[in-house]
């Protein structure tokens, strides 16, 4: 969320520099970008923990993009 608030929108990249104060978030985000499309295909147990119940729809409430152009 102070993500979104510095930004204005919550498409963390997942490659972020070094240097970058959010280059964990980016990789964060990756992870559960990966771990969604996992869900949705069906495959396997995803990386990240995540349930469509509470964190997949709280993502989404706030503007969490799982698939960025």
């Not at 280059?23 to 995540?50: D, F, H, M, T, V």
């Amino acid at each position: 969320m102070a993500f979104k608030a510095e930004y204005g929108h919550c498409n963390v990249p997942q490659t972020m520099s070094c240097n970058d104060k959010h280059s964990s978030l980016g990789n964060w985000c990756g992870a559960i970008r990966q771990s969604y499309k996992a869900i949705q295909e069906g495959r396997g147990r995803p990386r990240c923990n995540i349930s469509e119940a509470g964190d997949i729809m709280r993502l989404e409430k706030a503007g969490f993009e799982w698939r960025l152009k």
